[in-house]
């Protein structure tokens, strides 16, 4: 009788010890869950997670809550235990005067108990061990998953470098483009320089014109040189006209190559995926956190119902013994259920969420192979565009050939140039004058500055000595007033006085000197818009002067003209003069002499310019062949790099394949493990099947039969309302599966429990029928 008190009860479906009786702790059968559901119907939860859903339970809660309980049942058992050897002398009394008039009876009956407590006994150790070796096999599923997270952690740092490989190829991208910019500003200041040196060969080419307007004017008598000079002004006008064309298609062509290397599409096209992308972690986030409220919710709702349902009666509450081992096996035969149930649950979730987390994978490794054909693509596109520069430096290079001859032709035909041009020396002569002039009054500015300067820094350090001498004198007041006694007060408030003095001098001049910087930059900037406003003045002059130039040059035009119609009239009278020909004639000799002295120092002055232009064209040439040769090494070290980031690339993919491989082999390792469980656990339920019947049997045979028949009835008016109920929400959970959020996979369990519940009690209505039949049989062959 003492063997039957080791039966373990669980903590789960005891109620208060205010409504049971002393003798045994009431239980809850999973009968009574269908009866409380008939009575308060609850929300059906909702249906089990499919495979897509990624929100499913931490693996390590869900341990550490089975650990608990099992600790919490081992406890329980212990308080039973101590509970029933405190009854069981009662107990026996009340038993031993029930069954005094039957000792044969009694002495058959307790075999039979201490039979089936040794069979319980064997049945709870066979238990123990089923718990024992799901325990291992859980610290097995969590080992697994320990190494899972690590692969994962493994493939977030090779993504994290394969991100840092392509920053740095955009990177390097970015130098490319730099340097581009750089080689196209050096090649606009070579224009530049170009244009400067045209300027200079300008100027000295009117310097040189006018050392011969001196000749011509000599020589205004000879038409033929006058003419000469008229034809090739037009010829310099023309290739003055030709030159400036030039180099406007030069200003056109690099104007056209900065807009086409410095578009910077593709890199505002990746700003606006970053943002985007930026923009959908956060909704996921919002999302997350969501769901993470509402499986909180729905935990205290569950937990508020596990309370509730503690707290309602029994109606299976007798004060037979059968009735409660009946309840407590059924309530172990249903933890052992749930605890199945909950672990094929449990290894479900865990394999879609590796199938869900190998997708997510495929689609980085996708993504990423997305990003690098970009970045070939781009490297090309940025091949083609140093090549398209190679080729405008080689027409540039042919165009500064075309200018160089154009300069030396220009050089040839400087000899006969206008001679009204020596008026533009003289206002250039001026204009250097004024701006000697405005030299030297930003020299006094700049004086005066430093002038100020220089006050501005005396008064600093006056003031730093002003605030020394206070910060002294108030050391030495605070240590006399240490060593000696206190003065009379007249002293005092004299003291004060003349502190009071002195501080006022010294905010005074303080305020002085701030208002003399305040004064300083409005001083310097009257000084400059002095300054800008006689620059403007003086510009406006040296327009005015360049307009009376340009008169003065339509007017020795027209006297040229009239000197030539005066030559004319002059040949009329030549025949008469023949007698002053021969004067005229040594006066030409003598003009020619002076001619050709100045035709040679043209001549040597002609070949000093064009020894500097082949220098300069030299230094040119050799500026762009080094710009070329560094340019050329830029692209073979851009190649090496994109052959190397070409290799890692292979080099994730393969790694990606073998840890592909890898997970399938351990997804069908997982399969094949998870496979042999159910295989046992099936064999498990039917050996529970066989031991519940040889139970059912035990319970006929101690006459407890009708009220089980009335409990059962009761549950199977239950269940049936029940599933009319499941019916209707089914129905409305259909219509409104579209708009209905993903919720946590505890509810799903709490869904499964119940079905299985069910379950239990559909096959439980069979055997009772069955067990009706043989109650019937035994009966009759009792009257018999």
């Known amino acids: 009788m003492e063997e039957k008190q080791k039966l373990n009860a669980p903590r789960d479906f005891l109620r208060g010890a205010a409504v049971t009786c002393p003798s045994s702790p009431a239980l809850l059968t999973p009968s009574h869950f269908t009866v409380t559901c008939a009575t308060n119907p609850q ?21 550490t809550r089975t650990q608990q309980e099992l600790q919490e049942l081992r406890r329980e058992n212990q308080r039973l235990l101590l509970k029933h050897k405190d009854t069981s002398s009662t107990q026996y009394s009340t038993h ?5 008039h039957s000792p044969e009876q ?60 392509r920053e740095q190829s955009e990177r390097e991208l970015q130098c490319s483009k730099e340097e581009t910019q ?53 010829m310099v006008q023309e290739q003055l006209s030709s030159q400036s064309s030039v180099i406007a298609e030069q200003a056109d062509t690099l104007q056209k190559l900065r807009s086409y290397i410095g578009t910077r599409s593709e890199e505002e096209k990746q700003h606006t995926l970053i943002q985007k992308l930026e923009k959908e972690k956060e909704a996921l986030i919002m999302s997350v956190e969501l769901l993470k409220v509402r499986v909180q919710a729905s935990n205290d709702i569950l937990a ?17 013994r059968a009735g409660q081992l009946l309840s407590l096996w059924r309530e172990k035969v249903f933890v052992l259920l749930v605890q199945l149930r909950s672990r094929d649950l ?6 879609s969420q590796l199938h869900n987390t190998v997708c997510d994978l495929q689609q980085d490794v996708q993504k990423l192979q997305s990003q690098i054909s970009v970045f070939q693509h781009s490297l090309q596109d940025k091949t083609a565009e140093l090549e398209l520069h190679n080729i405008h430096s080689q027409e540039l290079k042919q165009q500064l050939c075309r200018a160089v001859e154009e300069n030396e032709i220009l050089k040839e035909e400087k000899d006969k140039n206008e001679k009204s041009l020596r008026d533009i020396t003289n206002t250039a002569h001026r204009v250097c004058e004024c701006v000697e002039q405005c030299r030297g009054q930003m020299d006094s500015a700049q004086f005066q500055m430093n002038t100020l300067a220089q006050r501005l820094s005396f008064a600093t350090k006056r003031l730093d000595t002003v605030h020394g ?33 002195e501080v006022a001098l010294l905010s005074s001049e303080r305020d002085q000197l701030t208002q003399e910087l305040k004064r300083t930059p409005d001083l310097i900037q009257s000084a400059l818009s002095d300054l800008q406003q006689q620059l403007e003045r003086q510009v406006g002059h040296l327009t005015q002067a360049l307009s009376c130039s340009k008169a003065d040059m339509e007017e020795c035009e027209l006297r040229r003209v009239e000197a030539q119609r005066q030559c004319e009239e002059h040949e009329a009278t030549i025949v008469e003069l023949q007698a002053e020909v021969h004067s005229v004639q040594q006066q030409s000799e003598e003009q020619e002499g002076t001619i050709s002295e100045l035709r040679a120092e043209a001549h040597r002055i002609q070949q000093h310019w064009q020894t500097v232009l082949q220098e300069k064209v030299s230094e040119v040439e050799g500026v762009h062949t080094r710009q070329l040769r560094e340019m050329e090494t830029q692209l073979n070290t851009a190649r090496r790099e994109h052959t190397k980031a070409v290799v890692a ?77 499941k019916q209707q929400q089914q129905k409305q959970h259909q219509q409104l599966k579209d708009a209905e959020l993903k919720e946590g996979s505890v509810l799903s369990v709490l869904g499964e429990v119940r079905s299985l519940s069910s379950a239990v009690i559909h096959s439980s209505e069979g055997e009772e029928d069955e067990d009706d039949e043989e109650g019937q049989g035994d009966r009759v062959t009792h009257t018999n």
């Open 469 to 501: 001498l206070l910060l002294r004198k108030e050391a030495l007041r605070k240590a006399q007033q240490a060593t000696k006694p206190p003065d009379p007060p007249a002293s005092d408030s004299s003291c004060i006085e003349r502190l009071k003095a």
């Open 106 to 165: 009694l002495r058959r009956d307790s075999e039979e108990l201490r039979g089936e407590v040794k069979r319980l006994k064997e049945e709870l150790r066979e238990r123990e061990r089923n718990i024992s070796r799901q325990c291992a096999e859980r610290e097995e599923l969590s080992v697994e998953l320990l190494r899972c997270k690590d692969e994962l952690k493994q493939n977030r740092e090779k993504l994290a470098e394969c991100v840092l490989q």
């Open 43 to 63: 929300p059906r939860p909702p249906d089990p997670p499919t495979l897509g859903q990624t929100h499913t339970p931490d693996p390590w809660v869900i341990i």
């Open 346 to 351: 449990q290894l479900h979730s865990e394999k």
């Open 649 to 725: 690339l292979r080099q994730v993919e393969r790694s990606a394949m073998r840890e592909r491989e890898q997970e399938r082999e351990a997804e069908r390792a997982r399969s094949e493990h998870t496979q042999k469980n159910i295989t046992h656990l099936q064999t498990q339920l039917k050996e529970k099947d066989k031991d519940r019947n040889i139970l059912l049997a035990v319970v006929q045979q101690q006459g407890l039969m009708n009220e089980y028949r009335r409990i059962r009835r009761v549950a199977i008016q239950s269940t049936k309302s029940l599933q009319e109920h």
């Open 182 to 234: 750089r080689l196209q500003e050096q090649v606009q200041q070579v224009c530049e320089s170009h244009s400067a040196e045209i300027s200079a060969l300008t100027h000295t080419n009117t310097h040189l014109q006018s050392s011969l307007t001196a000749a011509t004017q000599e020589v205004t008598l000879l038409r033929q040189n006058l003419e000469e000079v008229i034809s090739e002004k037009e």
């Open 96 to 100: 031993h005067t029930r069954y005094t």
């Open 304 to 320: 508020l119902q596990e309370r509730e349902l503690g707290e309602q009666s029994d109606p299976l509450h007798k004060d037979s």
